[in-house]
Structures are given as C-alpha cells and as structure tokens.
C-alpha cells in the first residue's frame, strides 16, 4: 500500500519560528548541550510530526555516540544501529547527504539487521539528516516513523533544524579554543551514560518506563533551575529523593 506523505500539523507550523530561535540561543553563560540536544529530538517531533527523532554525535576519536533520543525505542534503535555498525543514520554521517527509506522493509537489502529491529520496535520509515557545516560533520539528526513519510516540505524543514542546531553548537564556542568545544561534546556524549543510570535507577525502584523516569529527571532539574546531570548523579549516589515527581500509577508514556 502506498505511504501517504507525513505532513507537519497546524501547530506544528506555528511553532516553528520560536523553534528556530529556541534553537539558535546556545550563546547564554549556562548552555547546556544535552539539554539542547534532547530538545532537538522533542521540538522535531512536535514540528515535524514525526514518531520520534535520535541524534548521533562524534566524540573526540571521531567516533558516532548516541547523545540523543525522544523516546525509548528510538534510543535502543539507534544504539542497535552502532553496534552492529549498519544504517541509514550512519549512511548520512558517512556521506554527508541525507538518506530517506520510505519503506524500510523494501530497503532491507541495504541494511538488513537494521531493517528487522526497526521493525520490531514500531518503525517502517527513516529520514536521516547530517549534521553538517561546510566540510565538517558532527554527526546526524534521524527521524523515525510508522507507516508514512515525510513530504518535501517536512523534509526540507528537518534539515533547517538539524542545520541550525549544528552551527548553534558549532558557534556557542566558536570564540574558544577547538579542543574546549571538542570537550564540551564530549562531556554531553559522556553525560548520558549518567543520564541513563539515573534512568535505570528511578525505572527499577518506582516500577516506571524509563521515558517516565527520564520525565521525572528532567521536571526536577527545571524546578529547581540544576542541571539534568547534576541531579542524575544526586540520583545515583542516593542524595536527591525523587519519589514525590513520579506518578501515582506507573506505566508507559
């Protein structure tokens, strides 16, 4: 059956000027580029209207990193993708252009185990989007979906972003020396790795997703105006007591 073009929604397309200057505002003292990056992959959703968005960076060794993702199953599926080293996000970094699979099942030829595990987790459809300035590319902004694609417009947009946020964080450092910047991406790709710890912790101990305790992670860390590393690592050692944001009943977002 032919896949009906996904078009942005109504609100979608007026929220998308204060997006694009929500996303060029990386020059404040206390930017935050995981915070920045997890935005990226909502506010892509929100606009584009897709089924969830991944973002893949380089770290120091030029090596892709997973340094963010909407949802669960977008962040097992683009950690999937690096180990086994085969996708079309990979596909985008690697060749600095954009690779759309409309029907990933048909494209199963091209990337076979990524095909299947796409499948099992919701998804029939990949646009991936390199984040690229001139000759250097940082890494790639991917957008998942389930049964339809996105129109040239959408297309077009997602690349604004993926464009946008790329010179955002290229520039937020510009004035500083290259290894600083190289560090501060660094520490965002090394951060997840407390992030999803923190995660682990709430999911185990209130019984809840791990898209809920990422929720509840980020609700704190914004009312008490901390950074979300900041209160991942309170999590870890046990010093912060998140127990009053969780939910009532548990169960998925």
Do not use: Y
Request: charged share 25%.
């Amino acid at each position: 059956m032919p896949r009906e073009p996904l078009e942005a929604t109504t609100t979608g397309e007026q929220r998308l000027a204060p997006v694009f200057v929500e996303l060029a505002d990386t020059s404040l003292a206390d930017f935050d580029v995981t915070e920045f990056l997890h935005t990226l992959t909502l506010r892509c959703v929100e606009v584009l209207a897709v089924d969830a968005a991944g973002i893949l960076l380089t770290d120091q060794t030029d090596r892709l990193r997973l340094a963010a993702a909407s949802t669960e199953r977008a962040r097992q599926l683009e950690l999937f993708q690096l180990r086994i080293e085969q996708g079309p996000c990979l596909d985008a970094f690697a060749t600095g252009q954009s690779v759309l699979s409309a029907d990933l099942a048909a494209d199963a030829d091209r990337w076979p185990d990524f095909a299947v595990a796409a499948a099992e987790l919701g998804f029939t459809t990949v646009l991936a989007l390199p984040m690229r300035r001139r000759d250097t590319t940082i890494g790639a902004l991917n957008l998942f979906t389930a049964g339809r694609t996105l129109d040239e417009t959408g297309q077009a947009t997602g690349q604004a972003m993926a464009d946008i946020a790329t010179i955002g964080i290229l520039s937020a450092r510009a004035a500083a020396r290259r290894d600083l910047l190289t560090g501060q991406l660094q520490t965002a790709l090394d951060t997840r790795v407390l992030i999803e710890q923190a995660k682990g912790v709430l999911a185990e101990r209130h019984q809840i997703a791990m898209e809920q305790a990422f929720t509840v992670l980020r609700s704190r860390a914004r009312s008490t105006n901390t950074k979300l590393t900041e209160v991942a690592a309170g999590v870890v050692t046990g010093l912060i007591d998140l127990s009053g944001l969780v939910p009532s009943e548990p169960g998925d977002t």
